[in-house]
């Protein structure tokens, strides 16, 4: 059978580079090998990307968990990527503008992509912002699909059974990506509605930061539940005020309510919002020392769409997602997250 497809991962990827390398070998059209990209560092005066093809594990972002054989990390951005007919991007939001710089003219117009990123990018258009799959259609000139869901990634690559969403455009790239992503432990359901699963992806990581407020404030289950609740109203008026055709359905599938309840219980974003109220210090302090080169989305995110309700004038109709970006930006005391809402 003719092998004619090729993947490349972008890095922490390593998670679902794990599902991915496993389930390409089921296939007899899909090319064994999966490129990784890998933005080199030094870990021990080794380059990662060594480390990663001599000893299977990426040391540094998920360490104790074996890679597939068949993952092969590698430094190059555009050796990785030239040949590819499927891309899937997972790099932190802030980095994908320069990656689809670097890409643009070498990706060939048949190869499909997938974005994992929650995150929006900010522009200065009508929305104030552009979604990362439009970057990636825009820049490269591929169609590009969209995966989120409640998926903290040392559980996915522990093979602990969890859902995700696949928002798809044109109906056979959902059903592709899905091949590609789904497995007994990580299921996958595809809609309709790209727009919808990218910006649950990317909203949902500001209330995580109310999450993790109300626990540093030890409030107790019923302020969370109830910073929850009011969040899910916010990210769904938002999604539908930019965008009209973002369904309904979309916030009750994984990427929309059950990301929620897993981002404000156990994500990075609640972590670190949680140790701001316990140690006073800032945000980027505690990014610097509990992430290990991790990055923290949430607080950026939330400037980033404080930037579009202030100048557009909704800040009153977003007070969660407004006193939160207040909280992280100037200094109001984290107990506000319950008074202003
Ligand atoms: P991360 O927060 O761990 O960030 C570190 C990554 O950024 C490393 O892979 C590092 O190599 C890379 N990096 C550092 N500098 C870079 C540069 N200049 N250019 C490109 N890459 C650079 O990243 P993550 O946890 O893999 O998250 C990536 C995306 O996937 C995010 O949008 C995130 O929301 C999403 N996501 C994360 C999880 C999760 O549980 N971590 C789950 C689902 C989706
Ligand atoms: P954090 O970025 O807050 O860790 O959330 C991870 C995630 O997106 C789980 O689905």
């Known amino acids: ?13 390593s998670a679902v580079a794990k599902i991915v390398g496993g389930n390409v070998q089921k296939y007899d059209h899909i090319q064994n090998e999966v490129k990784m990209w890998v933005f080199e560092e030094q870990v021990d005066g080794q380059n990662l990307t060594e480390i ?5 594990e990426n040391v540094k972002y998920l360490p104790g968990i074996k890679l597939p054989e068949n993952i092969v990390a590698c430094p190059d ?11 899937v991007f997972v790099v932190p939001h802030q980095f994908v503008a320069s990656v689809c710089r ?3 003219g070498k990706i060939s117009p048949k190869c499909k992509a997938i974005s994992l990123i929650k995150g929006v990018d ?17 820049s490269l000139g591929i169609r590009a699909c969209m995966l989120s869901g409640a998926n903290i990634a040392t559980e996915v690559a522990e093979e602990r059974f969890c859902e995700t969403t696949i ?6 790239d959902g059903e592709l990506f899905k091949e590609i992503f789904n497995t007994p432990t990580f299921r996958v359901n595809i809609v309709e509605d790209v727009v919808g699963v990218e910006l649950c992806g990317a909203l949902k990581n500001i209330i995580a930061i109310g999450g993790g407020l109300v626990d540093g404030l030890k409030l107790g289950d019923n302020t969370k539940a109830a910073i929850i609740r009011i969040g899910l109203y916010e990210m769904r008026k938002f999604a539908k005020m930019f965008y ?17 309840v897993t981002t404000c219980a156990g994500g990075r974003n609640r972590k670190v919002a949680e140790a ?12 610097k020392e509990m992430l290990g080169g991790q990055k923290l989305q949430g607080t950026s995110t939330a400037k980033d769409m404080y930037g579009i309700l202030s100048k557009k004038g909704l800040c009153k109709e977003f007070p969660l997602m407004t006193t939160i970006y207040r909280i992280c930006y100037e200094d109001l005391p984290p107990i506000r997250i319950v008074e202003d809402i």
């Open 77 to 87: 951005l555009i050796k990785t990527c030239e040949d590819a007919t499927m891309l």
């Open 122 to 138: 900010v522009e200065e258009n009508d929305n104030g912002f552009r979604l990362i799959t439009d970057m990636i259609q825009d």
């Open 167 to 172: 928002g798809y455009r044109n109906k056979a």
């Open 276 to 287: 701001h109220v316990t140690t006073g210090k800032s945000f980027d302090q505690l990014e």
């Open 102 to 104: 670097q890409l643009k």
């Open 1 to 13: 059978m003719l092998i004619t497809e090729c993947i490349s991962l972008f890095h922490r990827g």
């Open 244 to 260: 009209a055709d973002v369904k309904d359905e979309t916030f009750f599938e994984s990427c929309g309510v059950a990301d929620l």
């Open 52 to 56: 990663i093809n001599a000893k299977h």
